[in-house]
């Protein structure tokens, strides 16, 4: 594989490609102004997008629970993609694709939208990593079924996160966990039961695929996990796109799984990798 910086890729704004060092958006754009605007990221495996067509399903949810109008249809940007893909050459990457609200005069107003391809180097492993830590937080995202840019809370927690050493912040409302700032949280319970949360969270394509590999060799629950439920998990996880599924040894005072990753978290992992993998 070739050896790339980052300002020596092509990015995309709207229909033209350029350098990312020349990527640039107005400061009148509403994701400058009021943080509005909405994003996906997928990985890139040998020059192929992963798990495309979620991505993508979720991207246009997105956009029109935003009252965004994507200038590309679905096939065009498809196009757009893959043409990305084949200029940088870049084999493992991923890629973000952003919709902001577009040049707005007053500030306050959606407008024509602006939509970003940004694609960037990418490390990633085949290993199961070792268990992390978390600290719960009470707090709700705003529409929480969108992939928007707005990351208020999770970027203003990091100083306390950072202070208490550990991986991420777990976010509930009273007492009904929901999900991580960038990503899902699963356990398995008492009746060695698989359990994520369905209820105002961002449905995470990892999420989406996991619960498929799961059902074949086990009960899975879409359905309120508790802090209360913490206490009698068996294991606990987490997954994204980008951490695949990360083992979950503590959270605040609770230790889980004797601090190790369990059986089924292993397990896991090992059929999610040869899916992302294959």
């Not at 208020?152 to 009273?174: G, S």
């Not at 629950?221 to 206490?231: G, N, S």
Request: net charge neutral; charged share 20%.
């Amino acid at each position: 594989m070739q050896s790339y910086t980052v300002s020596k890729l092509l990015s995309r704004i709207n229909n033209t490609l350029l350098p990312a060092a020349d990527a640039h958006i107005h400061i009148s754009d509403m994701s400058v102004q009021r943080g509005y605007g909405i994003f996906d990221f997928f990985k890139i495996i040998h020059n192929r997008p992963v798990f495309l067509k979620e991505h993508l399903d979720r991207f246009f949810a997105s956009a029109r629970a935003m009252r965004l109008h994507c200038p590309l249809s679905r096939e065009a940007l498809i196009q757009a993609i893959e043409e990305l893909i084949q200029k940088n050459d870049l084999p493992q990457s991923g890629m973000r694709l952003t919709l902001t609200g577009g040049y707005a005069a007053d500030g306050y107003s959606i407008h024509e939208p602006n939509l970003l391809l940004v694609q960037q180097p990418l490390q990633l492993t085949k290993e199961l990593q070792p268990g992390i830590r978390l600290i719960t937080h009470e707090h709700q995202r705003q529409l929480p079924h969108v992939k928007s840019i707005d990351y208020l809370m999770a970027v203003w927690l990091q100083p306390h996160i950072r202070q208490q050493e550990v991986a991420d912040v777990l976010y509930h409302q009273q007492g009904i966990i929901t999900e991580c700032p960038r990503s899902n949280f699963f356990i398995v319970n008492k009746h060695n039961e698989l359990v994520t949360p369905s209820l105002n969270i961002l449905a995470g394509i990892t999420r989406k695929k996991l619960l498929e590999l799961a059902a074949g060799s086990m009960t899975v629950k879409e359905a309120p996990v508790t802090i209360a439920d913490l206490r009698e998990a068996k294991e606990a996880f987490v997954t994204s796109t980008t951490k695949h599924l990360l083992p979950v040894i503590q959270i605040d005072d609770i230790t889980i799984a004797d601090g190790h990753a369990g059986p089924v978290t292993s397990a896991l992992f090992g059929e999610l990798i040869n899916m992302v993998f294959s």
